[in-house]
């Protein structure tokens, strides 16, 4: 069974630091992307990892965000410093297809900046 989980998400304030992970599990991925989504808007791209290491971000995000892997233990993670209250929203790493809508996408982890 194709599982992705979250974890790491939670209550920051502006300019802190959180660590997202992505645990997949039942396949090996090939690329994995994080999106997110913030309370009454869209499904806003992030950030992409391919398995050789690749990577590509949104504008938004580039220089603040880090996204790596560990292809040994299948697992993407998403370093996200100088957050913003413009980060808030519940972020999600998903694969297989566009990334607006992929085939797997995980439950998410809730990401708030907050003072």
């Known amino acids: 069974e194709v599982q992705l989980v979250e974890s790491g998400g939670g209550l920051v304030q502006p300019g802190g630091s959180l660590r997202l992970s992505c645990a997949a599990s039942?396949?090996?991925?090939?690329?994995m992307y994080w999106v997110r989504q913030a309370p009454g808007k869209g499904l806003e791209w992030v950030s992409t990892?391919?398995?050789?290491?690749?990577?590509a971000y949104a504008d938004s995000v580039k220089g603040r965000f880090t996204v790596s892997r560990d292809s040994a233990k299948n697992t993407v993670f998403l370093q996200m410093n100088s957050l913003k209250s413009d980060d808030t929203a519940r972020y999600y790493c998903a694969t297989s297809g566009p990334w607006n809508s992929p085939s797997h996408r995980g439950q998410g982890t809730q990401v708030t900046v907050s003072s």
């Open positions: 039942g396949f090996t991925y090939l690329y």
């Open positions: 990892i391919w398995r050789d290491g690749a990577n």
